[in-house]
């Protein structure tokens, strides 16, 4: 059965990867980047979230099957907030009535390891009450006491990312409609946003303090887009609200038996 998947992020990195994996697999793809995709669009805006939708519906011709939206920043600035939380759930809901259309309706969120790591809560309460406007003002006001500090938005981006998942999951929005609605969280993937982080033995020591991953190390990208092609196929039709982690054990290694007591 051929498939209409909207893919966002297409530029680089994994969503380069699931889309490449997509197309080969046979089904149709429209990619949704800032730049070099089938939709050039700023998903850092609420405007350009409504141009994306409209773009992806005018190319599409109204038929979607599953949504995998990867776009995402890893920078320690406001910015991060609104592509990361706001440029996700926007965008879904945009694309939400036409996804119910579907025989088989999916959607899939990269979110990340980081998700389980130190974060903001208050700016994680700001942008599950969909506050965009205060939680890029709690964004920034972390960037104002120092890059420590402001190290702890993007996993807050990702933490409120999955909590957002698990509650609108189960809704009749969503569950009701018949979409599974889920995330995956990568640990260390070898792509050019992480490029830095393990260009030197010295970093890479310093990111395994963080990041442990003691099966196979780092990932390459085909393998997250294997799971999120997964995740947003035909097959999968009971997985909901979850962030599966693959990591190479940083969760099992961080939490043990925490995610039980």
Known sequence: MTRTYV????????????????????????????????VNADLSTSLGRKEAVRKVLDLSGGKIDAVIACAGLAHPIANTVSVNFFGVTEFLDGLLPTLTKSAAPRAVVTSSMASLMPNSPELVDAMLANDEAKSVAIAQGLVDQGPEIASLIYGSTKRAISRWIRRECIKPAWAGAGIPLNAVGPGIVETPMVAEMIATPEARTAIAQMVPMPLNGYIKPRQIAYLLAWLASEENTHTTGQTIYTDGGSDATLRGDDVWK
């Open 7 to 38: 893919v966002t992020g297409t530029a680089s990195g994994i969503a380069a990867e699931t889309s490449a994996l997509l197309k080969e697999r046979g089904f149709t793809v429209i990619g949704v980047d800032i730049h070099n995709a089938d």
